[in-house]
């Protein structure tokens, strides 16, 4: 069993649908929670970083934490095409290693 | 990409012939991070660097060596490559430990025939 899943999708909605992406994972000693952004042929982009549970929103995006049920969330609101991408989940704990998720590809429609 | 660059961008090589991959950073960060990115496996660690001169392994480091003189350069060296080592190549950077925000390059995609 992978530490981190994320279903790979791929995952098509209309322009303006709200998005949730989601990745489960198995280390309880994970305390720090990233979701990033990957364009085709190009490098992650740092979308968000959390630490601990909780919400935390940055625009049109919101990254939600649960550690009771290891659960792990990124919603975008207002979908746009330019969101096209693949986002990957990724966790830490207190060491130099991330753990990633496979990504999933995300597929907005104009 | 928060000031890191990789070289080359691309690069088809044979199987057996050595092929070393270049990380250059002008952010002055301590840790650098070497991964591969795979279809189904997603970013895994090769190797990382917590300073001049000192390095650990990731968890597929087998088949692969780092080295770090200078604080803006990490260097991946694949010593006999294989086509099991055909994959996406990025580079990333934090200031602090594994803990700390990764910034990661545009990647080197190299195909071993």
């Known amino acids: 069993q992978k530490e981190v899943e994320q279903d790979p999708g791929p995952l098509s909605v209309p322009e303006g649908a709200i998005v949730s992406l989601n990745c489960t994972y198995s280390n309880s000693a994970f305390q720090y929670f990233m979701w990033y952004r990957q364009y085709s042929r190009k490098g992650p982009e740092l979308l968000m970083y959390t630490y601990s549970s909780g919400n935390k929103e940055d625009g049109r995006f919101t990254a939600q934490v649960d550690k009771s049920s290891k659960y792990i969330s990124l919603f975008i609101r207002d979908s746009q095409p330019s969101d096209s991408a693949t986002y990957l989940c990724a966790a830490a704990s207190g060491t130099y290693k991330y753990i990633f998720g496979t990504g999933t590809r995300l597929k907005v429609l104009a | 990409d928060a000031g890191i660059t990789q070289s080359p961008r691309h690069k088809v090589t044979e199987t057996g012939t050595p092929v070393t991959l270049r990380c250059h950073q002008t952010?002055?960060?301590?840790?650098m991070y070497w991964y591969r990115q795979d279809p189904g496996h997603g970013l895994r660690l090769i190797h990382y660097s917590y300073g001049v001169k000192d390095t650990d392994k990731g968890e597929v480091s087998d088949g692969y060596s780092v080295s770090r003189s200078k604080t803006e350069d990490f260097l991946l060296t694949l010593e006999s490559a294989t086509s099991s080592q055909t994959s996406v190549y990025f580079c990333?950077?934090?200031?602090?430990?594994?803990?700390?925000?990764?910034?990661f390059g545009p990647g080197t995609r190299l195909t071993v025939l």
């Open positions: 990333a950077i934090s200031r602090r430990d594994g803990t700390d925000t990764q910034y």
């Open positions: 952010e002055n960060h301590r840790y």
